[in-house]
Each structure stands twice: as structure tokens, then as C-alpha cells.
């Protein structure tokens, strides 16, 4: 496997005039990949009502590698006799290219803190990748997909902000912003058996078109009640567009229009019992919209023992969340324990359907579903010290307990329970010019009636080394040093059990040069104000 990818972006910032100031930059990025493996799966099926898995040999892994592509089949009859074996290999390849544009405008109204700003994005990207798999059986039988993919994506914001101070004490902010995110999906499957000509798979060849629009306003009020209590309400609505079509080779065709209006409101109050010291009550609401590949119908050929379908008629989660806290912040050493409860509406979870394939192998069909209801309830700490002038610790720790109510076709998704999360960075700056940082978290497994999700955990370096009298920064890192970052799931049912494990990118390392033009707080505070 290799991965070849640049990135190259410039920007800049310059003041009109003392009140207002103008920002613009641009990025190119892209890439090349070449994935290629070996088969390690080891599959066993059996008849009648007994259980279908499959077993992963980690042993035979190599890191890095598409393993759930690329597979060895046994399948083995009661008497675990022979029946079938399967030998399927995938070698893929991949290009993309992305374009961003940014740019904004900061102007300063007056003297007494009235603000206004406008940002502008434009993004987009092309993706083209391709996947020749071959696969044969004992039964002398063989057969050659070609997959062809496209995907197109472009990406309009537009945002106003203005703030407006009242007397000494109270600000009003408001604000309007526009996202329109435009996808188009191409998908083209050809198939030949043993040497013969090829011809299209249509159930995997499809065209489709993804459209979403938000558009957003909101305004709050900050104010204080005395020297030690302030509060803050606020107000955002929010209308989401989306227009789906769905053209498939069989003759199946979708169009699916979805057009829902949220408001949520937001109140935080505080109370100081001293300078940089406090206690936090809060309320919001949020939206947790599902990802365009959720709503779409189509279906990947990657691998044909376990397929993903979209659903269209997927809806947006939303998440009430209440959070009681309190704040302690020293010279060199900060501390934030926060008790808090969260009510998900809606909440999307994976719904797994096992069938058989033409010549009666398991495959397993796995889809987006709007499950129920999830509620999770703890205690979220975070805290920072610097031990010395070199090394300062940043921590958090959440400890939680969670439990999940629904049902869908018969599968019963409920289940209770208690797990963690910890994330620990630590920052070494043995002179001014150059810093070293070691980042590492923990997540705790979950486990339902129906799904049991593994513990994981990864640890990442990165060091940083400024150059050129300041003007140039020099970057080393490795993400995911011991290769331990990876997704272990292991679905149940009463007739089977279907366990995945899945390591969306490898141990990376990066080396990045970077040279800046223009030094200052004008520029950082810009990028600040847009981030």
C-alpha cells in the first residue's frame, strides 16, 4: 500500500484602514493511492439454524493492509466437511484533487466594541478511484468486478457576524450564515465469469445526485446581574433543505425532498465566587444531522460478504444536554470538573439484515437507522499544570454511564452500562524555538443487547522547530505510533454473529515545511476570528 498526497496554501491579511481589515487564502490539496493485500479471513458457515461467523487471523495481519476487501472462504457443512473454498482479492487505486477559497472582512464600527464581519468559502474537490477483484472458488469458477467510482463535491459558506456592547455590562451578538453542499456520485460495476465478456452489475451501478442547503440565524444576549452572577440566553433557528435523486441500472429510482426548521435555545448562567473561580450551569440543544452516504441507497461491491445501504428515510438526532460545573484556574494550573446529562432524540444507530447471495453464501447487509432513544449521564474533568517551564499536562477524563432504549425488526438494540475516556497531552518546549508533544487517549468499550464495542486506544508524537528568524516553522509527527487505533465491533443476533474490525488509517508519518510572509498578531488573531 502507499499514499502520496501535497498540500499547498498561502494566505494573507491587510488593513484598509485602521478599523477595517481584509483576509483572503486559498489551498490546493491531493492525492494518489494504491491499496493492494493478502486474504486473512477464515470464514466458517453452517446449515440449518446453527451460527454463520467469520474468524479474523490477526496474526496473519499485516498493518496497513485493506483487509475486509481481500479474503480466504471455507465454507463447511454440519460435519465440518469441505463444502466450498473461496479466494477473493482486491487491488484499488485512487485520486483526489480539493480547491479552497476563503476570504472575510473585520470591521470595527466604533471605539465602544460594535463589531461587524462577513466570511466566504468556497470549496471543492474530485475523487476518482477504481477496484479490480478477482475471485475463485474450488467449484472451478471464477469472476473479474471491475468498480469505477466518481464523486464530485462543492461547498458554499457565507457568514455575517455583528456584536453590539450595552453600556458595561451586556452585548448582543447576532448573526446569519449559509451552507450549500452539492454531491454527485457516480458508480459503475462490470462483472465476467470465467474469461467471458463483461457485463454490468446493476444493483451496484447507480447515479446520484446529493443536495443539501442550512441556512441559519441567531442571536444572544450576554449581561451580569451582579459582579458575580452572568448569564447568557440565546436563540438559533435553523432550515435544512435537501433534494436526493437516486437512479439505479435496474430501474429504480429515488427522489427523496427532506425540508425540516429547528430552533434551539441555549442559556448559560455563572456565578463567581472569586477571581478565576466559578460554577457553570448550562442548557442547550444541538442537531445531529446523518452524513450525505447515510441517506443514500446505493450499495458497495468492496466487499461482497458484508454490504452498506443507505437510508433515505434517515432523520437528523437532536441532543439536550444539561451541564452543572465548576471552574478553578491558577497561574500554573487550571482544573474544570463537569457533571452533566444528555437526551438524544432519534438516535441513529446500525442495523444489520443477514441473507443469501445466489449461491448460498451469508452476506451481510448493514444500514443507517433512526433507533430510539440514547441517554448518557457523568462526569467530564479536565485539567492542565505546567510542572515545569518545559512541560506542561493537559488531561480529560469523562466517566460515563449510558443507556439505550429500541427495537428494530425484532432486534432488541436495548443496554445499559458504565465506560470512560481519557485523553493525556503532554508538551515539552526545552527551548523557544522548538516544542515536542506526546498525545495519547483511551476509549472504553460499550456493550448492548444487540452490539458489544471493543476498548481502544493509540498514542501519536509530533515536534515543531522554527527556522528562518522566526518566519519558518519545520513539523515531524507520527500519528498512531504502536498501530492501535482501530474500530472493533461484534454484532449479535440469535442466528449469527458478525464481528468487524476496521483501521481507517495506519500509522502515518508527516514532515511538513511551512515559510510565512507576513508575522503578527494581525494575522494569527484573523485566523482565530475565522476558526
Do not use: C
Not at 465440518?80 to 479466494?87: D, G, I, K, R, W
Not at 466570511?119 to 468498480?147: G, L, P, V
Amino acid at each position: 500500500n502507499f499514499n502520496k498526497s501535497y498540500n499547498v496554501n498561502t494566505g494573507l491579511s491587510y488593513d484598509i484602514t485602521p478599523k477595517t481589515t481584509i483576509s483572503s487564502s486559498i489551498m490546493l490539496r491531493g492525492s494518489n493511492s494504491n491499496n493492494e493485500s493478502n486474504p486473512v479471513f477464515d470464514g466458517i458457515s453452517y446449515t440449518g439454524k446453527k451460527v454463520f461467523y467469520k474468524k479474523l487471523n490477526r496474526n496473519s495481519m499485516e498493518k496497513g493492509k485493506n483487509y475486509f476487501s481481500n479474503y480466504d472462504e471455507n465454507i463447511y457443512d454440519g460435519n465440518t466437511n469441505v463444502l466450498q473454498q473461496t479466494n477473493r482479492n482486491s487491488d484499488g487505486k485512487g485520486e483526489n484533487l480539493s480547491f479552497q477559497a476563503d476570504a472575510g472582512l473585520d470591521h470595527k464600527i466604533d471605539d465602544k466594541g460594535q463589531l461587524i464581519s462577513f466570511a466566504a468559502s468556497f470549496q471543492t474537490s474530485n475523487n476518482d478511484s477504481s477496484s479490480d477483484i478477482k475471485e475463485t472458488t474450488s467449484n472451478n469458477t471464477s469472476s473479474n468486478d471491475i468498480s469505477v467510482q466518481n464523486s464530485k463535491n462543492r461547498t458554499i459558506l457565507l457568514k455575517a457576524d455583528y456584536e453590539l456592547p450595552i453600556g458595561e455590562k451586556s452585548k448582543i451578538e447576532a448573526g446569519a450564515r449559509y451552507d450549500a453542499n452539492k454531491n454527485d456520485y457516480d458508480y459503475e460495476v462490470t462483472r465476467s465469469i470465467n474469461g467471458g465478456s463483461a457485463a454490468i452489475l446493476p444493483l451496484y451501478t447507480s447515479l446520484t445526485t446529493y443536495d443539501e442547503k442550512i441556512s441559519a440565524a441567531y442571536t444572544q444576549f450576554k449581561s451580569k446581574i451582579s459582579d458575580k452572577i452572568s448569564y447568557q440566553l440565546g436563540l438559533r433557528v435553523e432550515n435544512t433543505n435537501i433534494d436526493l435523486s437516486f437512479d439505479r441500472a435496474d430501474g429504480l429510482n429515488k427522489q427523496v425532498p427532506k425540508d425540516y426548521t429547528n430552533v434551539f435555545p441555549t442559556v448559560f448562567l455563572s456565578y463567581d465566587i472569586s477571581k478565576n473561580n466559578q460554577f457553570l450551569l448550562n442548557y442547550t440543544e444541538r442537531i445531529r444531522r446523518p452524513r450525505s452516504f447515510f441517506l443514500i441507497p446505493f450499495m458497495s461491491l468492496n466487499n461482497n460478504r458484508n454490504l452498506f445501504e443507505g437510508n433515505p428515510d434517515l432523520n437528523p438526532s437532536l441532543v439536550h444536554s444539561y451541564e452543572f460545573g465548576y471552574s478553578l484556574q491558577k497561574n500554573k494550573f487550571s482544573i474544570t470538573p463537569t457533571l452533566y446529562y444528555r437526551n438524544t432524540v432519534d438516535d441513529i444507530k446500525m442495523y444489520q439484515e443477514r441473507t443469501l447471495d445466489a449461491n448460498n453464501n451469508t452476506v451481510i447487509t448493514t444500514k443507517p437507522i433512526n433507533l430510539g432513544t440514547e441517554q448518557t449521564y457523568g462526569l467530564d474533568l479536565n485539567a492542565s499544570v505546567d510542572i515545569t517551564k518545559w512541560w506542561k499536562v493537559m488531561g480529560n477524563l469523562d466517566l460515563f454511564g449510558y443507556k439505550t432504549e429500541g427495537k428494530y425488526q425484532g432486534i432488541d438494540y436495548s443496554g445499559d452500562g458504565f465506560s470512560s475516556r481519557v485523553r493525556l497531552t503532554n508538551t515539552f518546549r526545552p527551548d523557544k524555538n522548538t516544542s515536542f508533544q506526546i498525545q495519547s487517549f483511551f476509549r472504553g468499550g460499550q456493550k448492548t443487547a444487540s452490539n458489544e464495542q471493543k476498548a481502544m486506544y493509540a498514542v501519536s508524537l509530533g515536534a515543531n522547530r522554527t527556522i528562518w528568524k522566526g518566519n519558518g516553522t519545520l513539523s515531524f509527527n507520527v500519528q498512531d505510533i504502536f498501530n492501535t487505533r482501530a474500530r472493533e465491533t461484534a454484532f449479535t443476533t440469535e442466528t449469527y454473529t458478525n464481528s468487524s474490525y476496521m483501521q481507517m488509517m495506519p500509522r502515518t508519518f508527516t514532515v511538513s515545511l511551512s515559510y510565512r510572509f507576513k508575522q503578527g498578531e494581525k494575522v494569527d488573531s484573523q485566523k482565530r476570528k475565522k476558526d
